[in-house]
């Protein structure tokens, strides 16, 4: 018989990338007494990666659980940046409802609409959470106007429409139910969820059936599958088959062997579980995203959504310039080969292929953030390597014909910026779909562009605003490929002679453009220093010494002085790399260069190509 658990309300966190979603659920964990009184919480706790902590972005989902009056309340912290908009459609299969954070000054943006779409479409409940009250350009009214309007444009049921409007501030740890009310916890909050979120039903008489929405992984448990518990009870030492809804031959049979439940930021082990509980399944090597855990006698597969197919790839090879092996740890293709199928453990969005070469890898993902993300993570580990620049991923229709990603980018800029934006947008085939202004001055520029038409603009565009701009791109789908583009419209700095730079080598170098290195720093032939001013490349000795002479030099000698290099970091040097070049990533350095290194032959292979 189909019963609702009362006592448990499964929910979601979804909002646009830096609308406040992890720093709103430290506060509900604060203040449902996950923490003792003398507890020292570091701030966004949920973002437990080094590089989630620096950037201030949430990578992976992560589960949580918190009880108030009595109903236990698991939640998961979805990330908001479109690269990592996968883990947000897989763990919307393990909730009831969702609480959707807007910023109360930006409103309504590209991935609030990607999100509550998939919110809607599995018909989910909503409660809207206006955010930043607190901001002293916050326009609360507004917004609120702005996500009925959206809600309207998605189609949303006259229930989703008569959705909940919480106004709060998750920095000062307050909520009310009205924009003129000061709050003074997040009481608000916690009731709407409990009101109007629906408690998870099943049948707890029935064949078991789990489906996993999420991958863990731990050095120690191996894979760990977590998802909601649909129908039935699952036990400890319980026989189970796992069948996929789209694999129909899979029918494995497992042993659960270890059975958590989410308690605060902890895992605690349970022997049991039943319907609406979030559980965590660990001792099943071979357990994947879209899986379902069912009894033996009824083994019925739970339908799932497949998972985004990546629009975006780059070449992982081993590191074979002249300075290699030096810097890293793991440096041979079994050591790039073996973490890179690693990966795949945790991150179902990402895909690796062998190629032809033992040496080299494609790696496939949603957008350059995601493979950055995994390429820094590399290098911190000790892993040596090289990567090409990313490139797209093309498809073709029914007819034959050549299909490529587009992207929907829309750019809040001050108003007199517009005009450079609008001309190198539409210089790299996009789109101007529509143009209001914000307030403030400012700005919003929507464009339908090519994926690869973003690729290697984001340094050019905080340029070109002196960074008062900000823009956000989200996947649209895949459209008729535009014709050939250039990605650079300067040319490199090449080195021509091996060795080590020094300042006079590096005086001449710098009336040719902007230079990313200095003296002292390890040189080699095809290496590159600098991006020069003019679209060609230039090959330039900066090894070079002064000639010196028996003439002792007088007062008008000009002083040798260098302006200070530009160092580029790992995303500006994806950025800036051209298809004939590499980035070679060491725990130390990162270093640009040609992927043929010898002049000689670069000419050659440039003269065969335009034959």
């Known amino acids: 018989m189909i019963t609702k658990r009362e006592d448990v309300r499964n929910i979601a966190i979804i909002a646009h990338v830096d609308h406040g979603k992890t720093t709103l659920v430290d506060e509900l964990l604060k203040q449902s007494g996950v ?300 050591h790039l080969r073996e973490r890179l199928f690693k990966e795949l453990n945790s991150d179902v969005s990402l895909r690796v292929e062998e190629t032809e070469s033992t040496d080299c890898f494609k790696v496939s993902g949603r957008g350059e953030l995601h493979l950055s993300v995994l390429i820094e993570n590399m290098r911190r580990e000790g892993y040596e390597f090289a990567v090409s620049k990313a490139e797209v991923l093309y498809k073709t229709d029914e007819r034959g014909k050549k299909q490529e990603p587009f992207e929907r980018a829309y750019v809040d800029v001050p108003e007199e910026f517009s005009g450079a934006v609008i001309q190198k947008l539409t210089s790299r085939k996009g789109d101007l779909l529509g143009m209001t202004t914000i307030g403030g001055g400012a700005t919003r520029l929507e464009f339908l562009i090519p994926s690869r038409g973003l690729i290697g603009y984001r340094g050019e565009f905080m340029t070109d605003t002196k960074g008062n701009g900000v823009i956000n791109t989200v996947f649209d789908g895949y459209g008729p490929y535009k014709g050939d583009m250039d990605y650079r419209s300067q040319g490199s700095i090449i080195a021509f002679e091996a060795g080590e730079a020094v300042t006079y080598g590096l005086f001449i170098a710098q009336d040719r453009g902007t230079l990313f290195i200095e003296p002292g720093e390890k040189v080699y032939t095809g290496m590159i220093v600098g991006q020069c001013g003019k679209t060609e490349d230039v090959e330039i000795n900066v090894c070079k010494t002064k000639h010196l002479s028996n003439t002792r030099s007088n007062s008008s000698d000009e002083a040798t002085r260098l302006v200070p290099p530009k160092r580029l970091s790992l995303e500006e040097a994806l950025e800036f790399i051209d298809t004939d070049e590499l980035l070679e990533i060491t725990p130390e350095n990162l270093r640009i260069r040609k992927k043929i290194l010898d002049s000689t032959q670069r000419f050659r292979a440039k003269r065969n190509n335009n034959a």
Do not use: W
Not at 100 to 128: H, R
Not at 165 to 176: L, T, V
Not at 277 to 288: C, K, Q, T
């Open 35 to 334: 923490f003792r009184d003398n507890e020292a919480v570091s701030e966004r706790v949920m973002d437990s990666g080094d590089i989630e902590r620096e950037r201030g972005i949430t990578i992976l989902s992560k589960n949580t659980a918190i009880t108030y009056k009595d109903v236990k309340i698991n939640i998961v912290d979805t990330p908001g940046h479109a690269d990592f908009g996968g883990e947000v459609e897989r763990v919307l299969k393990m909730v009831n409802g969702v609480v959707l954070v807007v910023d109360a000054f930006e409103g309504v943006m590209p991935q609030t609409k990607f999100v509550l779409s998939k919110a809607l479409a599995l018909d989910l409940n909503v409660i809207v959470c206006i955010n930043k009250i607190d901001r002293p350009e916050a326009r609360p009214d507004d917004v609120v106007d702005e996500v009925l309007e959206l809600l309207m444009d998605l189609d949303a049921s006259d229930e989703q429409l008569d959705c909940p409007f919480i106004f709060a501030s998750a920095k000062q740890g307050i909520a009310s139910n009205s924009a003129d009310e000061p709050g003074t916890d997040m009481t608000p909050l916690f009731d709407a969820i409990v009101k109007y979120i629906d408690a998870p039903e099943g049948d707890p008489d029935e064949n078991l059936q789990v489906l996993i929405s999420t991958i863990d992984y731990n050095e120690y448990l191996g894979r760990i599958g977590i998802g909601k518990i649909d129908n039935g009870t699952i036990n400890v030492n319980q026989d189970a088959v796992i069948v996929n809804h789209h694999n129909p031959d899979k029918c494995d049979k497992v042993k659960i062997s270890t059975l958590y439940e989410f308690d605060g930021l902890d895992k605690a082990e349970v022997k049991s579980a039943t319907i609406g509980s979030i559980v965590a399944i660990s001792g099943i090597s071979d357990i994947h995203i879209g899986d379902t855990i069912c009894a033996p006698e009824n083994p019925k597969a739970i339908p799932f959504q497949k998972i985004s197919e990546p629009t975006i790839s780059m070449d992982f090879m081993v590191n074979d310039s002249p300075l290699a092996g030096r810097e890293g740890k793991f440096v041979t293709s079994r």
